[in-house]
Structures are given as C-alpha cells and as structure tokens.
C-alpha cells in the first residue's frame, strides 16, 4: 500500500505496477471468496472464455466516463452501424454487467434540450471539488434566451481541461473490482443477505412489495454556510420526511454520495436517475438555486416512491440520522456494503414458478424494446417543446408588439387629423394595440406556467430511461452466459443441475425486471396524466385570458 488509494502489484509475468484499491479485493486468509465460483476447472475455462468481453465491456464503460459534452447517448451503442438492428444480441451482449455506466449518460437535457428557464451544468467529469469550492459570482449560470442555452451547450461539448476528470473517484465505476455476471450465476453458495427483496405476483404480473405506509421528503430552506473560516462556501438544503417530520441538513455533495451509493447497490436491478448537473459558476444565484431546489425535490420524490429504494437501510439512513456521528457510522457502513452491483439479485426471492431460457428472453426484449421506443418518444417531445419555448419566448411577443405598436402609431396618426368626431375611434385603436402588447407578455410567460412542467417530467424520464440499456443488457449478458453453458455441459466440464441453477437465477432477474417495469408502468401513466392535463388545463386558462382581453377591446369601438 503505497498510499493515496493505490497499491503497487506484480503480476506473474514479474511487471509491476500500480493499482487503484477500489479495484482489489482483500481475500480471507483460505484465499477464498464467499462469493468465489470456486477453482475448478471447467469454472476457469468458463472465466476465461468470457474475460475478452469483459475487458472490452469494462474499457468502454472507461472511456464512456471520460467523455463529456451533449452527445452522450445511452442508446449510442445499439445505433451503431455495426449492430445494424437496436434488438441485435451482439450489442446487447456487448454491455454485461454495466450499471457503472448509468451515471452522467442522461442528464444531458439541459445542453440538448434545456429551456431558457433551465441551468446549464458543466462538463459530466467535473469532480464535485468543484462544487464545494468555487463560485463565480460575476456569472450567473441561468440563461436568459435560446442564444445564450445554445452557447452553454457548446461550452459543455468542449469540455474541461483534462486534469478535471482525472479527479473524478474511481470508485465511482462499481462492479469493475469484482467478476462480472458470472460472480452471480456460478457462485456456489449465495449469501443469506439479512435485508431479503420479496417479489410477489399480482394483477398485472410480478411486482414489488410495497410498504403498508409511503412518505415523500420535502426539501426546502436552502440556506448558504460555509467553511475554512469562509474560504468555502457552499448551499445546504433542508429535508423534512413526511413520516416522521424530523428535518436533516444536507448538501449538494451529500446528496451525490446517496446518487453514488444507490447507483453501485441497485444501478443493476433499478434505475436510478442522475442528479441535476454540478456548476462551476453562479452557484448561489437565485434561479440556479430555486432551479437545483426543484430538481432535487423531484429526483428524492421519485426514490420516496420506489418501495425497495426507499426502504433500503442507506436511503433511510440518509433522511434519518440524528448527529454527525451516526451520519459518518451509516456512511462507512454503507461504503463497505459487499451486497451491490449483480450480487443484489442475491437478495431477490420471487415467489412464482420458475421460468424458462425463452420466456425470460422474450420478456427481455420487450422491456429494451418499450424503453428504446418511448426514449426516443420524450426525446421528440423534448425536441418540439424546445422549439416551442424559444418561439413562445422570442419571435412570437415580438410580433404581437409589433401589432400594438402598429396599431398605436395608426391611432397617432388619426388624431392629427383635426376631426372631432374620432375621438372614441382613436382611443379604441390606442387600447387595442396595449391589448396586443399586454398578450405579447402573456405569450412570453405562459411556458413557464405550463411547458416547463411538462419538459421537466420528460427530463426525468430521460433520465429513467437512459438507464435501461445497462440495466437490459445486464439481462441480455446473463442470458447469454447461460447459452454458452450447453457447451460446458456438453463437454461434462459442469452438471445439467449447474446450468438449472444458472437458468433459475437468470429467471430471479427476470422477475425482478418485471417488477421494476410494473413500478415503472404504474408511475408513467399517473405522472404523464398529471402533467398533461395541466398543461392542458393551463392553456385552456391562457386562451381564455386571451379572448376576455380581446372582448374588452372590441368593446370599445363605437357601434356604427
């Protein structure tokens, strides 16, 4: 251990080097895993076979880390020219066991799809020093017309200097210090997890088990503090649970530790959505902070109403410690949690019949083909509302004043005519172009009103979304392992009951899929009923404003 989280290694080629410590695991002293798939042969053959991809799986993951700008897309690998199809295997196959990859992959809205009412955040690898520790209050970070968003996307694209990224922690790639899949599917003996994830079958097919009572968690009171006698400053926000109404204090950077926590524990079962992006500059001005406050209350509502996320020790832990000591106690103790990335499926015990290979597939490729489908459905909607936003905000008023100010110049023009009889004409005109001038300013404000919940309901799904392609091909992995299980079987290097024990515990992470798409399901339909219907309702309300405006302007033209 030379310190700094690296150790120095030697391999058996006698080549030394330097290893990260999250990428090592200390063995007991009989050199074998509780997890260990143990040292025979055909499991080597097995390990081996797969260690190409897994090696080329956990590079791209890498290298999809250190990327920043826009054009991160989290279905990017099944658009490939290569794949050919999105429902290809080989691209499916080609991202086992990647939930590390979930992280920054879609919260990209603001530089692709941000709304003049929107922040713009920094390049994805930004490390959160830089939240903690700068503020440029000469910027406010809140872009006030559609140039200025465009700009901030670009300045995203171009990213930071590379030794920003390098400060990102590498722990924040789980599931590359441990085997893949495989540490699943061939485990000898699965542990006897105390915290047990119980899926149940109801009317619309497997689902979770949801808690007798569910609570959501106001935050508010943003407040600024600081430290190092004010040479750090930082906001910190108030969370308040609705089950137990005792608040805790929380920053940014906390936060982004339960976002980290949650991803390694259950960013292979569960979506986990980002957090709204870090910014460098204007931090502490009004509308960043009232934005990030809203976002906020938005991503912790979403994990309230998860039941296996929000019942989970490390979430509970995060919304109920009471001093620092506990809260330090509960962090260690949820850092050191071995249950995470593939092995949560050990934690899983579906209570139905077992399932088979091509069921467990089919349902597979229904989910990878659903969420493909409505990721590039919100991305539309993202796309028209954008476009619609800057017309509502930019050409559209214009053109309305230009009525009002054309119809007031038109009024200037009569009175000079000396004529006593158009003194009530001349008026008339005059209110009628400060009524178009007057919708100018309704038009302007109105997305605020009603769009913006909308495309902020959308943004959240994106995120949702761009989390399944790990997720699925996590699935679209395991299932593949198990195909080439036969050849071990055929060669008697493992028994039929190994491969049905694998077939089993693949059909675990089938149900435990299907759960989570029930829970999705459900969510979708009662969040996008809600957000259409007002956004409807507030335009019916905006129309009608329009017209009792225009009503009350012809009302004062003479009768002739």
Known sequence: DIG???LEGKNSKGERGLVPTDYVEILPND????????????????????????????SSAVNSHNQVGSGNDPWSAWNAPKSGNWDSSDAWGSRPEAAGTQRNTANNWDA???????YQGPAPGDDDDWDDDWDDK??????KDAESAEAGAAQRGGGRPAASSMKLPLNKFPGFAKPGMEQYLLAKQLAKPKEKIPIIVGDYGPMWVYPTSTF???????????????????????????????????????????????????????????????????????????????????????????PVISESEVFQQFLNFRDEKEWKTGKRKAEKDELVGVMIFSTMEPEAPDLDLIEIEQKCDAVGKFTKAMDDGVKELLTVGQEHWKRCTGPLPKEYQKIGKALQSLATVFSTSGYQGETDLNDAITEAGKTYEEIASLVAEQPKKDLHFLMECSHEYRGLLG??????????GAIEKVKESDKLVATSKITPQDKQTMVKRVGTMSYALQAEMNHFHSNRIYDYNSVIRLYLEQQVQFYETIAEKLRQALGRFPVM
């Open 4 to 6: 700094g989280g690296w």
């Open 31 to 58: 050199g074998k895993d509780q997890f260990s798939c143990g040292n025979s042969v055909a499991d080597q053959a097995f390990l081996d076979s797969l260690s190409a991809s897994t090696a080329q799986a956990s």
């Open 112 to 118: 692709a799809f941000g709304h003049p009412q929107a």
């Open 138 to 143: 000469s910027s406010s970070g809140y872009f």
């Open 216 to 306: 959501d968690c106001v935050v508010a009171d943003p407040r600024k503090g600081s430290k190092m006698y004010g040479l750090k400053s930082y906001i910190e926000y108030q969370l308040t649970p609705t089950n137990t109404n005792r608040s805790v204090n929380h920053r940014y950077k906390h936060f982004d530790w339960l976002y980290e926590r949650l991803l390694v524990k259950f960013g292979s079962a569960i979506p986990i959505p980002s957090l709204p992006d870090k910014q460098v500059t204007g931090r502490f001005e009004e509308e960043f902070i009232k934005m990030r406050m809203e976002r906020l209350q938005a991503w912790m509502t979403r994990m309230c109403r998860h």
């Open 467 to 476: 989390c399944f392609p790990d997720i699925v091909g996590a699935h679209k």
